[in-house]
């Protein structure tokens, strides 16, 4: 029972501070003309949006940082530090992503222009946070190398191997999420539902070292998200930025591990990562057909958009089959 007021309260702390937050932050975000600059690429309609304020992540990331922290310290007193360290380190990844998204999208609001970081300075800067994080799980959480494979009920360890196959997804999911965050809403919609996952999840474990956290990092990317939703549903008032796409992609991915079940995410968030492949693919085929696209645009939700969806449509489907893949990664958990 303490855990579920525990997941309340995270919920709806998030949701009302992310609110009062983005209500505070936007005028002051268009006050120092922290605009969102459209790439000449995009669908052409999306002009209109050019001068949105960015860097709206910021919102939800103090309150999710803040209220994370406070239940983690909870967490340590009732349970011990074995319950709480992941999560202070599930945080730290977010947080992690969430600086390297800020020094992007101050670089190109400097330049004016939509390119800050260089893609090899982003990705290496992905990859040192990963290390970091899987150190700090191996170190004080005692993760093993062995790799759980959902619906099959088997184990494998891996040995050194593991380590090159988690940073790959956390860097993975990073970029994934930060893609999908390309039309209004559809980032912070998917990962409220993924949030939502994350909480059933804590409630279906039933162990007391992972259930608390779970239903705490639920709550809180729950709350947060439907709190920035108030203000980036469409038509969106702010956008999140790289700074928020890359926090919330860190504790998407983080939270997987958490459960000691990082394939999940795979499942889960596979609405994520198709953003990727259909980027891959369409880039792949340009270049081997020599000039051919296989989508009208990528990622994906744009060749939606060409074919005459709104962005309110695609914002609803993509999070209906987000919650199917969730209620199919429920299956997954281990037994």
């Known amino acids: 029972m303490e855990y579920k007021i525990m997941f309340a309260v995270a919920l709806a702390a998030a949701f009302v501070s992310t609110v009062l937050i983005s209500r505070w932050l936007i005028p002051v975000l268009k006050s120092r003309k922290m605009g969102q600059k459209i790439l000449e690429i995009g669908p052409r309609w999306h002009k209109s949006k ?13 309150p999710i940082i803040v209220f994370g922290i406070a239940g983690s310290v909870y967490l340590w007193i009732r349970d011990g530090a074995g319950s709480a360290l992941p999560l202070v380190l599930t945080l730290a990844l977010g947080l992690m992503g969430g600086l390297i998204g800020c020094v992007d999208d ?49 184990t494998f360890d891996i040995g050194p191997f593991f380590y090159v196959f ?27 539902v993924t949030g939502v996952f994350f909480a059933v999840a804590g409630f279906l474990t ?64 596979l609405v994520y990562i198709l953003e990727t492949l259909s980027v891959m693919l369409q880039v792949t085929y340009f270049k081997l057909t020599h000039g051919k696209r296989l989508f009208k645009m990528s990622p994906i939700h744009h060749h939606f958009e060409q074919c005459g969806w709104s962005e309110i449509r695609i914002v609803f489907v993509f999070s209906a089959v987000t919650a199917a893949l969730c209620a199919a990664a429920l299956f997954g958990l281990r037994r």
Do not use: W
């Open 50 to 62: 050019e001068g949105t304020p960015t860097m709206g992540g910021l919102a939800f990331i103090a």
């Open 106 to 154: 101050s670089a190109k609001l400097r330049n004016k222009r939509n390119e800050g970081l260089t893609a090899p300075q982003k990705f290496l800067l992905q990859l040192a946070a990963a290390a970091l994080y899987l150190t700090g799980m191996t170190f004080f959480c005692h993760m093993t190398t062995s790799l759980y494979i959902p619906y099959f009920n088997v």
């Open 166 to 192: 988690a940073m790959i997804l956390i860097v993975g999911m990073m970029n994934s999420v930060n893609l999908t965050d390309g039309i209004d809403g559809l980032a912070s919609s998917i990962t409220l």
């Open 206 to 269: 039933g162990m007391a070292e992972a259930d608390g956290p779970l239903l705490l990092l639920g709550g809180l990317i729950i709350g947060g998200t439907a709190g920035f939703l108030v203000y980036n549903f469409h038509p969106a008032r702010v956008f999140m930025g790289d700074t928020g796409s890359l926090f919330l992609g860190g504790l998407v991915v983080g939270g997987a591990f958490m459960m000691n079940n990082p394939l999940i995410i795979v499942v889960a968030g």
